[in-house]
């Protein structure tokens, strides 16, 4: 990571980073460009150097926050109408440790409304463009930030992934893009979409910076009680942790929760130079593109020869992963959208002639298509006469797949997947067909389901010129040693 030192400044940095920002403006990257307060943090820094004082780690980097991180920099909306005007008195747990270490956030990105979608077509502000093909979606929902870093904007940005929305655009735009085990880094500050499986994670050029971003970004917070010991801690950690899920049907149900269940500790003694990589068999077939499957290969004959040993593993459970995310996720979704009313927070619809009208008006106005859906099968597959059928369902299933992975990494340390089926598509191409769209996460859901890490790794591009990435995911709490696999395989 570059940082600001005696002779190059922190002002030349920021100034550097807004110039590329705007010279990529018609990619639709920023949701807001933070011009002057990043200037003024780059010349206090520079202050500081300049006297000889103590600089932080990411003293004058530049780098851009997700549009659902709350700072009072601009405005947060998440991309949604309904935030519209919504300024955050509060501070993001881990936007608070970047900025204490010296980063400088340049700008806020696009994404999906509220992190609802896989192409980052689903914003209030339109769609952002892929970093390889201007034509083609940047990926979801964290697109803006992968394209900013893939376009050497920034050298780092923030994400979210709830069922693969760092992961999948990294590996759309040719960047590393990481979702730690659920804990690992404070949610608090970060608008909520399914608490049960946001994750809040980076992009990067390289696992090195990913692994300086993780030993600062991480740790208990608390204001956010599901986070963990810091991310270097596993080997300190009893060797099965209970996935805390505090889910909204817990409410309605009389305090009935989710099922909890456990996966086994990443393995800290694992021999980075001669590692067990398990292969899912269940996911080599036609559906998926035959350059990913191609790269995939390739990777394997690779880390055969560098002495690793490639492990076949059958997976058969992970299918449910799809359905049962998108009953649980949108269970949560209804949840945590109810609180946006046209009183508390950003847009409100006015002209409505009584209270009720006004939540509803608001609310109609202010969500995007995608949200309405959400919310409406949320409430539905949590009603009383459906409970059982769908959510307690979609529950077990989740405790088969957390099962499924304990039983995978009891015989390989690491498992290598494709991320995604396809490689970036066209812009336009499934923004009507919610099936298709969610299709794109039936290989990045499973991990979100378990509370598992997933690293995304560039592994080259197709004949078209598209990035393809492979993900390299480990058992809970290996985040460390995922990251350090991932600088063998750089
Ligand atoms: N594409 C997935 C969805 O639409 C994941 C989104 C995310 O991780 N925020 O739910």
Do not use: W
Request: net charge neutral; aromatic share 8%; with cysteine.
């Amino acid at each position: 990571m570059k940082t600001a030192n005696k002779t190059v400044s922190a002002e030349r940095l920021v100034k550097d980073a807004l110039e590329k920002a705007k010279f990529f403006a018609d990619y639709h990257i920023f949701t807001y460009l933070n011009e002057e307060g990043a200037l003024k943090k780059a010349r206090e820094i520079d202050a500081k150097i300049k006297k000889g004082e103590k600089v932080g780690r990411l003293a004058g980097v530049p780098y851009v926050l997700k549009d659902n991180f709350l700072s009072p920099e601009g405005e947060t909306t998440a991309s949604a109408h309904i935030l519209q005007g919504f300024n955050s008195p509060v501070t993001a747990t881990a936007v608070k440790k970047l900025e204490d270490e010296g980063a400088i956030m340049i700008g806020r990105t696009n994404m999906d409304a509220f992190a609802h979608g896989s192409s980052t077509e689903n914003s209030y502000f339109g769609p952002t463009s892929n970093a390889c093909d201007k034509e083609r979606v940047a990926g979801g929902s964290s697109g803006g930030s992968a394209v900013a870093v893939a376009l050497d904007i920034v050298e780092f940005a923030t994400g979210t992934d709830t069922g693969g929305s760092i992961r999948q655009p990294a590996s759309f735009n040719g960047v590393y893009g990481f979702k730690p085990t659920f804990g690992t880094i404070s949610r608090y500050g970060v608008v909520a979409m399914a608490s049960s499986t946001d994750c809040i994670g980076f992009f990067t050029k390289t696992p090195e910076d990913m692994d300086l971003l993780m030993s600062i970004a991480s740790g208990q917070d608390p204001k956010d009680l599901t986070t963990l010991p810091d991310y270097y801690n596993n080997a300190g950690e009893p060797a099965q942790v209970p996935l805390g899920h505090a889910v909204a049907p817990a409410r309605r149900h009389g305090g009935r929760a989710a099922s909890t269940s456990v996966v086994t500790c990443g393995d800290p003694q694992v021999n980075l130079r001669s590692a067990r990589i398990g292969i899912i068999k269940d996911f080599d077939n036609e559906s998926v593109d035959p350059e990913i499957r191609q790269a995939l290969k390739k990777k394997c004959d690779e880390l055969k020869k560098n002495g690793h040993e490639i492990v076949e593993l059958s997976m058969p459970n992970l299918k449910y992963a799809l359905a049962a995310y998108y009953i649980i996720v949108p269970a949560e979704i209804a949840s945590n959208l109810s609180r946006y009313d046209g009183v508390r927070y950003g847009f409100r619809s006015e002209n409505s002639k009584d209270l009720e009208a006004l939540y509803a008006n608001t609310r109609d106005e202010g969500f995007m298509p995608e949200n309405k859906r959400r919310i409406m099968i949320g409430n539905f597959v949590l009603s009383s006469g459906f409970y059982d059928a769908y959510f307690l369902k979609a529950a077990k299933a989740r405790t088969l797949i957390i099962e499924e992975y304990k039983k995978a990494f009891s015989k390989c340390d690491f498992i290598l997947t494709p991320v995604s089926p396809n490689l970036a598509f066209k812009l336009g191409e499934k923004v009507n067909d919610p099936v298709s769209m969610y299709l794109e996460d039936v290989m990045s859901v499973p991990l979100n389901l378990a509370g598992i890490p997933g690293l995304t790794i560039p592994v080259g591009k197709s004949k078209e010129g598209l990035a393809i990435g492979l993900q390299l995911i480990g058992p809970r709490r290996s985040d460390k040693s995922l990251i350090e696999f991932a600088k063998e395989l750089a």
